[in-house]
C-alpha cells in the first residue's frame, strides 16, 4: 500500500532517499539512490561525422560518472579468423563534469586501415558488470564516398565473475 508519493522537481543533486514505515509489528527502512545525469540512460556514444579517407574523426563516449567508472576505447579488429582490441583511450585521460564522465578519441587523417569497431567500456559501480557500447565504421577512400558505410551502434553488458583464490595452509 502507498503511504506517501516524493515528488523531487529540478533535481540537481545525487543523493540516498530513506523511506521508513512502521507499525505495530516493526520498522522497515529501503535506501533508494537518486542518481542525476545529464546523459540519457548514463551510457551514450556519438561520431563528429561521416568519415571517409583523411578526414579527422572524432568519437565521444560520455557515461554518467556515479554509475559507471574505468571508460575506456577500444579498437576492435579482425586479423584472420581472430578478433584483437586494441586499448586507444583510458579513464585518465577523461574530462569530467558535474554529473558525467567523457572520453573522447580523435583519429587524425583517418584511413582505410582505421577502420574496425569502435566500443567504448565501462564498469557499472553497483554490479561490477562491465558495459559497452560500439560503432562499425568503414573509412572509404575519396573515389568511394557515396557508398560510406558506417556507423552500427551495438550495446553489450558482460557479467563481472570475481575470483577467488585461497591459499593453501
Known sequence: ?????????????????SCIASNKIGTERRDISFLVS?????FHITLDKVPKEGDNM?????????LYTNISWVLRRR?????????????????????????TV??????????GVYECRATNTYSGDTV???KEIFITG????????FSR???QRRKHYATESRAAH
Not at 106 to 115: E, F, I, W, Y
Not at 142 to 149: D, N, S
Open 106 to 115: 580523435t583519429v587524425h587523417n583517418a584511413t582505410q586501415a582505421d577502420s
Open 1 to 17: 500500500q502507498t503511504a506517501g508519493t516524493l515528488i523531487i522537481e529540478d533535481a540537481t543533486t545525487s543523493g540516498v532517499y
Open 153 to 155: 551502434t551495438s550495446k
Open 142 to 149: 575519396e573515389h568511394l564516398a557515396r557508398r560510406t558505410h
Open 132 to 134: 559497452s557500447q560500439s
Open 58 to 66: 572524432t568519437l565521444t563516449c560520455s557515461v554518467n560518472k556515479y
Open 79 to 103: 586479423v584472420g579468423n581472430r578478433t584483437i582490441d586494441h586499448s586507444i583511450s583510458k579513464q585518465r585521460s577523461a574530462t569530467t563534469t558535474e554529473y558525467s564522465t567523457i572520453l
Open 38 to 42: 545529464d546523459v540519457a540512460n548514463g
